[in-house]
């Protein structure tokens, strides 16, 4: 079970729903995308001023749990 997300928000109106650092228009792929091609959290941070450590290692915490998820297709029979 994942602990309670405090930093990550949806939100239809802001970037089609996609999980988003706090309500802003960065999203949880971004952060963990930069990371994946080794920027480091102070280098993203440099970018992103108005993000924060806690902001890095909830994004990488909520696709962690992610990943981990099963999606199971739903078809309607007719």
Known sequence: MMKQLTRITF???VIGGKPCIRG???TVGTVVGLMAV????PEILK???Y????DMYEALSYAAWQSEEIEV???LEL
């Open 47 to 49: 970018a992103y001023p």
């Open 73 to 75: 297709p739903l078809w």
């Open 24 to 26: 802003m228009r960065v």
């Open 51 to 54: 993000l924060e450590e806690a």
């Open 38 to 41: 080794g920027r480091t959290i």
């Open 11 to 13: 939100n239809s109106e």
